[in-house]
């Protein structure tokens, strides 16, 4: 029986492949209001504005490629069992090779109905526009968990992490609720690692802290993890 091993990830893990952080310096909350296009109160108020900002990001996720750390991730299921729980709505840990991925935050390549996020629809790396509808006739949104939305994923991922043995969490700022207290269902013994180039915000349980971008941290886990 292969080792649970559970990566928790976040935007840092696509940095390198040319998709922009939120909070860096040069983040995506920089130039844009969060609350304009990723609150369900924004998307009331303007969804041309909404369906604009998520329509450029799946046109950016189309022209780039998943990096070394996606890449090693999903080499790490031929020695372990492997879950990502993942923030991100880029789909570079599936186009990298892994298989079990959870999408806390929504999946950029996906719409559905503004009705309840039901008729879930894959529309790959096209653009759609406001006014186009769901099956059921009601608006066409983008399939993304909104702040002011559940997070309806949260509890698999936590029984997820509740039985890892081994914990990564890799290229996240640790800012975001629910997905930044998952860590708080992980077991006393399970071995927990935090790749990031950044301290990121403490967090009660004792890690080893490797202190690189993703791709070279993950890198150096592999040769500790593969031995
Ligand atoms: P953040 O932008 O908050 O944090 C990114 C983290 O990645 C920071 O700790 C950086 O130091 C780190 N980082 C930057 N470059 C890196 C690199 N090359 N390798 C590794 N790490 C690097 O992004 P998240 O924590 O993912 O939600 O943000 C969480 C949620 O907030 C997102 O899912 C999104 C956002 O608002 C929604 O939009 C609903």
Redesign the pocket.
């Known amino acids: 029986m292969k080792k649970k091993l559970v990566v928790l990830s976040?935007?840092?893990?696509s940095?390198?492949s040319g998709i922009s952080?939120?909070?860096?310096s040069d983040?995506l909350?920089e130039n844009y209001n969060?609350m304009e296009v990723?609150s369900i109160e924004g998307w009331y108020q303007n969804p041309e504005l909404v369906i604009d900002f998520y329509n450029q990001r799946r046109i950016q996720l189309a022209n780039v490629e998943p990096n070394e750390a996606h890449k090693i991730i999903a080499q790490l299921e031929e020695y372990y069992d492997v879950t990502v729980v993942t923030?991100?709505v880029d789909n570079l840990h599936e186009r990298a090779g892994s298989t079990q991925i959870i999408h806390l935050?929504g999946e950029l390549t996906k719409v559905c109905s503004d009705n309840q996020k039901k008729h879930v629809k894959d529309i790959g790396y096209e653009t759609f526009q406001f006014g186009d509808l769901a099956e059921d006739g009601e608006l066409l949104r983008p399939f993304?968990?909104?702040?002011g939305e559940d997070v309806p994923l949260i509890h698999r991922a936590a029984e997820i992490v509740a039985e890892a043995e081994i914990i990564i969490i890799?290229?996240?700022?640790?800012?975001?609720y629910p997905?930044a207290g998952l860590l708080y269902s992980a077991r006393q013994d399970a071995q927990i690692y935090v790749?990031?180039?950044?301290e990121?915000q403490p967090i009660a349980k004792i890690v080893h802290f490797i202190k690189e971008?993703?791709t070279v941290?993950m890198r150096k886990l592999w040769q500790g993890l593969i031995k």
């Open positions: 976040g935007a840092g893990v940095a390198e952080t939120f909070r860096d983040g909350w969060v990723a923030q991100n935050h993304i968990v909104w702040f890799i290229g996240t700022s640790l800012n975001v997905a790749i990031d180039p950044k990121v971008k993703a941290g």
